[in-house]
């Protein structure tokens, strides 16, 4: 365990090579605190997952974000001013954390600025389709209003049922924006409309039955809140959302006999050069897709010869690696029943490997964080086109834990030995450590809000090898398997990304593919290709980034021999916070000199 004297240490050569505050970092350190600013001004669901709609942004809690092109066209000049902003600092005289904080929110503010040429999807590139089976507000929203709107008071209740009467007007904000999208050719393929259309028809029903309508009135009643909630949440559902959700309903099915089967990007205005800035953005990097799509081929090489050492000591010796890694999939002894109680063991076994896994830290991290983490089903509604697991990090006033969210859709796509590596990864030592650190750590705020792909993912990853490095899988050869099928299924990603978007793969090929590669269950590698196809990119981030994370911790090892720490070494890479893979490794080259002539680590 890092002593408070190393740590304080370790802090202090780290912050001397970090300047004091010249005139150029006071204007970084304006402009920053603008960004921020120009966040919450513009998005209350922002100020609510942060945890911060109360005081004087509690009016916040009342509205949702805005939709409308007008909206997006103000974002996008917004964006442009603050690149201009960031060009008139003189770079070149900052360095240290300054560097770092000025790098890391140009990237972003820079790649947005590029993507803005293209007259469809969002303001960041990657996100091609206003409505999808992963976008819109008829997807986000019921979720948002669940997991991050609080209801502890009266006046949160209110609140709630603002936003509830608000999320009509915000259907019809996207529905603009789709038609005219899709009059410039930027449609989503003819089996993501399938999709969307049947999540969308699952949110129709009884106001009594709806999840927008009961989780008001159950929470409020659990507080002890008076009023009708149920009665007027109830109505407001029947007499406002659900025409809204019909009118895209509606409009989704005229479309999709012109939709297109054919997948990837590449098919829509100047999709080629959509797809590179996505890449970009996701990774980071300037990787074409023929390396991305050759990292995942070798990787996947590799891979499948460790797993097959391990498959044959298990008597699985016949047939390709993902056919074997398929057939233990299916086997029944490692399935939990497909029902709501094995399910709710499920979440409660995952507990167990949070609680096992959390005195195993203070080996391997100096710091960790001070938030919770809570594991929750994917809500029902929402399940059939969600990814198998994903995160959300806490609040920044702590009034909210980070959640792992598992989707048990079906209890096939998850069986026992796959489990702690998923958990490992968005949770302990995964995303959750990772966010939350960077939340309390001494960053500016528009910092802390911040997520790079390439570097959490990339993290999350990484954090899944860490863990086979702690000796977690010392006495479960099967869980071991978990971990390798896990890295197969991310250098799959790697190679279908890339087939779909840029060498014009069909989404079944695509399937077939990550069925052959990771041994995935149809079902499960059908959601996932479906996931890439609407968001461009996203997927190459986790590899690449884990790959760039081991190659930084070889370098530093290899530079500072018996001096390296590794719990310095996560400090240095992971308080500063959220960052592209280039100026990650400056940081660990800074990390690097810091302590290439310290005493050596005790």
Known sequence: MQTRRQMLLTAAALMASWPAAAAPQDDLDRLLADLFTDLLDRS??????????????????????DRSAAALADERARNARH???FKAIDRAVLSGMAAVNYDAVRFTVETDDQASRFPYGATSAGDPYVLSQLGGSYQEIPDFLGAQHGVETKADAEAYLARLSAFAGVMDQELERARADAALGAMPPDFVIDRALSQMKGLVGPPAASPLVTSLADRAKAKGIA??????????YAERVVPALNRQIAWMEQLRPRAVHDAGCWRLPDGDAYYALSLRDSTTTTLSPDEIHQMGLDQARELSARADVLLRKQGLSQGKVGARIRALMGDPRYLYPNTDAAKEALIADLNGIVKAMQPRLAA?????????????????????????GYYNQPSLDGT???????????SAENPRWTLPTITYHEAIPGHHLQLAMQQEAALPMIRRATFFSAYGEGWALYAENLVQEMGAYADDPLGEIGFLQAALFRSARLVVDTGLHAKRWSREQAIQAMTDIDGSLTSAATTEIERYCVWPGQACSYMVGKLTWRRLRAKAQAALGPRFDIRRFHDAALLGGAMPLTVLERVVDDYIAAFGSSTPAA
């Open 364 to 388: 391997t991290f100096g710091t960790l964080p001070k938030a919770p983490v809570e594991i929750r089903r994917v809500p029902k509604f929402i399940e059939a086109g969600a990814p198998g």
């Open 44 to 65: 209350p669901e922002a100020i609510t997952r942060l945890g911060l709609d109360k005081g004087e942004r509690a009016g916040a809690k009342s509205r949702l974000d």
């Open 400 to 410: 909210r834990p980070g959640i792992y969210w598992i989707n048990l859709r079906d």
């Open 227 to 236: 009023g009708a909630y149920a009665a007027q949440a109830g109505a407001i």
């Open 83 to 85: 690149l201009a902003r």
